[in-house]
Every structure is written in C-alpha cells, then in structure tokens.
C-alpha cells in the first residue's frame, strides 16, 4: 500500500511552534478527506486535527485555539501549524487520507517539545 509524504517534525522548546507536512502521491485521488493522528509513548493513538475537502474541520478539545489543519486541494497537501507547544503535545505525528474505497497512512514524524 502506497504512504502518505510526512515532514516538518522536530525538537522544540515549550511555546514555540512547528509545521507539519503530509503529501498524497500522484498515484492517489478523489481523497474526501484528511486528518492529522498522534501517538505518545505508553498512550492510544488520538485524533487531532481533520479537514474535509469543502473546508470543514474538527479539533480535538486538547488542541483547538493551538493548532491550525489547513489543505491546499489542487496539491493534495495537507498542513498542521502547532502554536504554543506544550510537553503533553510529543508523540508521532501520522496524516490521514480517506477515499471513498481506502484509507492512507503516512510514516509518522517525531515531535518533541522539551526544555
């Protein structure tokens, strides 16, 4: 199965701020919709951040007024600005694409938010 692109993970002190990248393949299409997933150390996979293609968007409780989803459709690009970072925030960070027959992952990228 082919992966989504990730990039723009890194290590950041507390407050500041990082943008992440999630790139659909060429060989991927008629994607309704994409999100952004975390997964800290000894915890669940949690929902973070998800965009339709009208525009729409949905945050988790623990994030909204912090983080910002964006996607540039023409691109198949998928963005996630995180503002006033916080320790709790570390975890891999995974993108999401749904069609309406498959879902796509990508490969995951550290974020690590420490003074």
């Known amino acids: 199965q082919v992966q989504l692109v990730e990039s723009g993970g890194g290590l950041v002190q507390p407050g500041g701020s990082l943008r992440l990248s999630c790139a659909a393949p060429g060989s991927i299409f008629s994607i309704s919709a994409m999100g952004w997933y975390r997964q800290a150390p000894g915890k669940q996979r949690e929902s973070v951040a998800v965009i339709t293609t009208g525009g729409s968007t949905n945050y988790a409780d623990s994030v909204r007024g912090r983080f910002t989803i964006s996607r540039d459709n023409a691109k198949n690009t998928m963005y996630l600005q995180m503002n006033s970072l916080q320790p709790e925030d570390t975890a891999v960070y995974y993108c999401?694409?749904?069609?309406?027959?498959?879902?796509?992952w990508g490969q995951g990228t550290q974020v690590t938010v420490s003074s």
């Open positions: 999401k694409a749904w069609t309406l027959t498959r879902v796509y």
